[in-house]
């Protein structure tokens, strides 16, 4: 094998499929430390009670939301999306690639989340208002039983527009924050990486934010953006790889995913599993929705991530034990792929650490593939995917066809009562021009 930093490695803890993740292939690594819920919850770092106080906090905006945001009144000011049932998809999965059906399928469509169009205005859109609301109460402006339609006023925007927001994203975290940063007052800079998409840095200027393009890769991205933060006191970072406000603001996702599952009647429980399978960058949305189905569901739950080959990142650092001190560089890899919402080679430390022992896998896809099952959307259920959103898709091929992983854990003869969520995280906003491009990319394989 060829390492390209053999010093990092030092130490690593070594795994299975290393070989496999070295050159590049598709593989599903079994997460062989995880441990029963129960058990995990007294080792991480987050609790329910955190859970409980981000939902909370995102019932409290609501009426700003409502009111700034008019596409979100009809849901009362909740930025939530639907939960659709994919036995389409699923039976052209089987019929053009020959993966057997196996129990239900359905498709969290994250993809038509209000104001920013990905599974980004989960956490990214909950750490801006939190900030927000910090700033208002310490200087105060505001208190817990204050309308929070508030935000919405001249005083507050006014206040807010002398203090800034920066992070660093490969295009979506970027939207989030921009979008909601603005709406505020705040001024946002968003230093996006070189393989962000340019209608995204088009919106957001369009919103008045302030786009730095760099020639680099996102971990340069958010280098960046955390110096210019760090030389002003009225500047707020958003650290993308190590935030507990962006995970407790994905970890919401799962109270209300258990709503869904409830009014359409699906079952959860040890005789009814349900798999979710859930694209991967930096690790912050997967990771931050894992917790909160944990906490839900416990061991019912079998959380997947995927990553594509090149940029395996969460993998190689919850795999090796190294953390964020691994990048795909270390293996040799490019870091290079498609899915723009993926392109990480550094993972976050914070959730690895806490990933380690509550996640049950990690599959990791090529590039190809992604554009096959976007058209597949399409075609069968008409739901528009971006490269990335389709990466979950693989997950559940990979992981109900005969693997070591259900013989593991027992399964297998529980795989009619199975219910399998293809976590679909952005496409909504992609222009019809670009994604026509993706279209018919995957339409030609
Ligand atoms: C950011 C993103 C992800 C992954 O989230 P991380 O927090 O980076 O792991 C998945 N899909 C899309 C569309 C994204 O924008």
């Known amino acids: 094998m060829d390492f390209k930093n053999i010093d990092c490695l030092k130490g690593a803890k070594f795994f299975i499929s290393e070989a496999d993740i070295i050159a590049g292939k598709e593989s599903f690594w079994i997460n062989k430390d995880k441990i029963p819920f129960e058990k995990a919850r007294d080792l991480i770092e987050f609790n329910r009670e955190q859970e409980i106080d981000a939902a909370e906090r995102l019932e409290r905006f609501s009426l700003y939301i409502a009111k700034a945001f008019p596409e979100t009144e009809i849901d009362g000011g909740i930025i939530e999306s639907p939960l659709i049932d994919a036995s389409l998809i699923q039976s052209e999965i089987e019929r053009a690639l020959g993966y057997q059906s196996v129990g239900r399928l359905m498709l969290k469509l994250d993809s038509e989340l209000p104001i920013s169009g990905s599974i980004k205005a989960r956490g990214g859109i909950y750490e801006v208002l939190k900030y927000a609301e910090h700033l208002a109460m310490e200087n105060d402006l505001l208190t817990h039983e204050d309308n929070y339609e508030k935000f919405a006023s001249k005083e507050l925007q006014a206040f807010f527009s002398d203090y800034s927001i920066v992070v660093g994203s490969t295009g979506n975290l970027g939207m989030s924050i921009g979008i909601m940063g603005a709406s505020l007052g705040f001024k946002v800079t968003v230093h996006m990486s070189a ?43 958003v650290d993308d790889e190590d935030s507990a406000d962006l995970f407790l603001g994905y970890a919401v996702a799962a109270r209300r995913l258990k709503k869904q599952l409830d009014a359409q009647g699906v079952q959860v429980d040890s005789e009814h599993p349900l798999f979710v399978y859930l694209p991967c960058g930096v690790g912050g949305g997967p990771g931050g929705v894992t917790f909160g189905l944990k906490l839900f569901f416990g061991d019912a739950v079998h959380c997947i991530f995927v990553e594509p080959t090149h940029a395996p990142a969460v993998l190689l650092g919850i795999a090796t034990g190294l953390d964020e001190h691994v990048s795909a560089q270390d293996f040799g890899l490019d870091g290079l792929t498609a899915a723009d919402g993926l392109a990480v080679s550094r993972p976050s430390g914070l959730v690895c650490r806490t990933m380690r022992p509550l996640i049950d896998g990690v599959v990791t896809v090529d590039d190809l593939r992604l554009y096959q099952y976007l058209a597949m959307a399409w075609d069968t259920q008409k739901v528009k995917l971006e490269p990335s959103a389709a990466a979950g898709f693989y997950g559940y091929c990979r992981a109900t066809q005969k693997s070591e992983y259900l013989e593991d854990h027992n399964l297998s003869n529980k795989m009619n009562n199975s219910t399998h969520i293809v976590w679909a ?21």
Not at 201 to 223: M, S
Not at 228 to 235: G, I, L, N, R, S
Not at 425 to 441: A, F, H, I, Q, S
């Open 425 to 445: 995280t952005g496409g909504r906003m992609v222009p019809d021009k670009d994604w026509l491009c993706y279209y018919e990319n995957g339409r030609s394989l």
């Open 195 to 237: 393989d962000a998409r340019q209608w995204k840095k088009d919106l957001l200027r369009t919103k008045g934010v302030a786009v730095v393009e760099h020639v680099a890769d996102y971990g340069h991205a958010v280098i960046e953006g955390r110096e210019q933060a760090a030389q002003d006191p009225k500047c707020y970072f």
